[in-house]
């Protein structure tokens, strides 16, 4: 590992590792993936290797957390993806507590793999459930049921994983505020630490676009929509989210996610406050502030070695200071003062007094002891807000 001298003089990095491989599309996923063939996924992976080994920045760096997203990472060989982490931890110096975690899908794991993720040092499962209710997941295209998810997670259990998250979606045609409490009951009955909860977006591109959104438009006109729910009922289903779950002691440190006291997702927190991040595979985006780009994003370039930057910009001072604010701010504890000073050198009433004044006179931003943070209600239009502070 290192000595604590050596440790203290990298800079923190996360790692995302894309696997764009799922048994079957959702109707709506707009993320960058798709089934393909078991030979096809043996090319990527030995793809990927090949990026990770030829990354030139890894002695500026300390790994504190790694994401295997996807797609659906879980559908791999246990030791495809164990060898990209030890490849990765080869490569790189690993903070010895890195939180190393896998997105699954119920019915892709069996106790085998997952005891082979623990082995090679997973620490963080995320299942991808969505509804505990079967017809909505039939309706969402998942590939599987609620029942499959139980026994998923009682294997990632009983293989010793004990920081578990589990995503939710709400306002799902036909969903009612009565279907979305029953499934937050179903899932808080099992106990997982963590829970991301978040309002379908019906996004271009996909099959839920093209059978829902002309309800979209109807619903945004302020009518009331057919099959989606309306306004007042995703409000609803909202709050009842938040309740339900600090209710057994899960506080929202996010505007979609919740957590037990010390399950924050340290990976999602770190985009959110600014840490660097390299991505590796399709489409993956890096920041190495001042750069940011993105991996090419078709799949033959890709394989053919291509690992070259796209869209590749440098964060102007101004840059950095919007994103430290907009997503700072996502995080309830919200951005301190000083840590802004700090980074920028300038005060941030010099920078942001007008924007501040007003949004708290609105009451949609507290100032605290040198902390910033949204209000309630600010949170509830925290898109408005963070608007505010873009120049």
Partial sequence: ???SMERQQK????????????????????????PAAFSAQEVYINALKKEIENFPYSEEYRVTTVFFGGGTPSILPEEWLCGLLE???????????????????PGTVDAEKLRSYRKAGINRLSIGLQSADNRELALLGRIHSWEDFCRTYELARAAGFTNINVDLMSALPGQTVSTWEQTLRRVLEKAPEHISAYSLIVEKGTPFYERYHSDVKRRDRGEKPEVLPSEEEERRMYELTEQLLAGVGMHRYEISNYARP???????????????????GLGASSLLRPVRYRNPEGMQDYLAGDFSKREEELLTRE?????????????????????????????????????????????????????????PRGLDLSNAVMAEFLF
């Avoid at 490849?87 to 899908?105: G, P």
């Fill in 11 to 34: 800079k923190e990095l996360e790692l995302y590792v894309h696997i764009p491989f799922c048994v079957r599309k959702c109707a709506y996923c707009d993320f960058l993936s798709a």
């Fill in 262 to 280: 010390g399950y924050e997702c340290r990976h999602n927190k770190g985009y959110w406050q600014g840490i660097d991040y390299a991505g590796f």
């Fill in 319 to 375: 840059d950095q200071m919007e994103e430290f604010m907009f997503l700072g701010l996502r995080l309830t504890q919200g951005v301190l003062e000083k840590e802004f000073s700090e980074r920028f050198g300038a005060q941030i009433d010099a920078v942001y007094g007008d924007v501040l004044r007003r949004q708290e006179n609105l009451g949609l931003l507290k100032r605290d002891e040198g902390r910033i943070c949204l209000t």
């Fill in 87 to 105: 490849l990765m931890r080869r490569k790189f110096y690993f903070d010895a507590n890195a939180e190393v975690t896998v997105e699954c899908n």
């Fill in 1 to 3: 590992m290192g000595s």
